[in-house]
């Protein structure tokens, strides 16, 4: 097991819902990536923070956004929900931004939207 | 444009066989691979990486992985497999131009069933 925690484990909302997961990164980590993983799919890239600020964003629209506390510790927020959404959100800490860091993952949020 | 390509869905192998599992890579620059291992319901767990030197990389439980920059091919292989390897396995790419983490690619990944 890795020391990356994320809630709630599951969730569901409904269309036009917002919702906020939460990750906390492993000790010593100053580097949050978030993913997106759709049933059968690999993960993609939402975006990554690294000491607070964004650095380097995916292919997702605006209605995605993050933050990054002094701890270390992130939130993924996502508004106006819409059905596609519905997937595995995992979070990831790394000890530095970019990925030839080693990132290790939480075991993930399933939202599922209906 | 960067794609990485995991041509199994599945791939079955008997306890003790040697197992291989695929992946080719597409990008400009230099590439960077990594293979991940994800168990149900767990997020991905990091096996191994590619940045630069000798051409088999050594990871962790066993496994290996050639770069083959010729056939641009990563992939990844155990000499004896164990049940506790069924998984779900990813091949992941990154250009080294890029710095920044948004240019990660991952494939689309591969289940491992390794019978008794």
């Known amino acids: 097991e890795t020391g990356v925690t994320q809630s709630p484990t599951h969730l569901i909302k409904t269309r036009g819902q917002q919702v906020t997961l939460r990750c906390s990164s492993q000790?010593?980590?100053?580097?949050v990536s978030w993913y997106q993983q759709a049933l059968g799919q690999g993960p993609q890239f939402i975006f990554q923070y690294y000491r607070e600020e964004e650095n380097g964003r995916g292919n997702f629209p605006p209605r995605f956004s993050g933050l990054q506390f002094p701890n270390y510790s992130s939130e993924l927020n996502v508004n106006a929900l819409e059905l596609d959404d519905s997937a595995l959100y995992l979070c990831a800490s790394s000890q530095g931004q970019g990925t030839l860091y080693e990132q290790y993952f939480g075991p993930g949020t399933r939202l599922t939207v209906t | 444009a960067q794609s990485v390509a995991q041509p199994e869905d599945q791939v079955n192998v008997a306890e003790g066989n040697p197992l291989t599992v695929k992946c080719t890579y597409s990008v400009s620059g230099n590439p960077y691979l990594f293979w991940y291992v994800q168990y149900p319901n767990r997020g991905l767990q990091f096996l191994l990486k590619?940045?630069?030197?000798?051409?088999l990389v050594k990871g962790s439980y066993g496994f290996e992985a050639e770069f083959n920059k010729s056939q641009t091919s990563f992939h990844l292989k155990k000499p004896s497999a164990l049940v506790s390897d069924s998984a779900l396995y990813f091949c992941a790419v990154r250009d080294s131009r890029y710095s920044s983490a948004s240019k990660i690619i991952f494939g689309s990944g591969t289940r491992l069933s390794i019978r008794p």
């Open positions: 590619y940045i630069t030197g000798d051409n």
């Open positions: 000790s010593g980590h100053n580097t």
